[in-house]
């Protein structure tokens, strides 16, 4: 499980892009599922990273989830209508 940053900002949004592509590529299996839960701190820059992911991870030929997304992303997601894009993890 690929774990999200407490803060993820415009400011930090490069980082915690490599960061995720990095552990992408070390995780085993064919699904990834992204852990949420810690974000507390986010702007819309938490999706543009998310859906980066979601990206890699497709191209690497795996599935792509999403876990405890916070609500107010969740409301972000939909707003810009990708929230299709980001599937609750089962």
Known sequence: MLVLPAELTHEHAVACCRM??????AQPGAAVVVDAAPLQNFDSSALAV???CRRDTLAAGKTFAVTRLPAR??????LYGVAELLPAAA
């Open 20 to 25: 995720l592509s990095q552990a992408l590529r």
């Open 50 to 52: 998310l859906l980066e």
């Open 73 to 78: 992303l969740l409301e972000l997601a939909t």
